[in-house]
C-alpha cells in the first residue's frame, strides 16, 4: 500500500507513485476511470525534475464520493485495476 502524505490543514494529499507509474500515465489512468489528479510534473520547474507522484484534492466532492475515489486511486495504485489502454 503506498504512504499518502500531507499536512492534516491543507486540501490536498500527495500520493508518490512507484514504478511502472509516472505521475502523467497514472493520471490519465485515473481519469478514464472518472478522477481527475495532477501529476507531479505541473509543479516541478524542469520535466527532468518531476517528482513521481500525484497531487490528490480533497475539497470538492462529497465525502462518500471522495471516499469511493480514495479507494479507486488505491486499487489503482495497488495494480488491482487495469484502466483502458493508455498511449
Known sequence: EPPISGDPRPYHLWLPLH?????ETFAVAALRLGIALTPGSAFA???CHAPAGV????ACPDQS???ESLRTVQRLAAG???PASID
Request: glycine share 6%.
Open 19 to 23: 514504478e511502472p507509474w509516472r505521475g
Open 45 to 47: 520547474a524542469s520535466h
Open 55 to 58: 497531487r490528490i484534492a480533497l
Open 65 to 67: 464520493v471522495l471516499i
Open 80 to 82: 488491482e485495476l487495469q
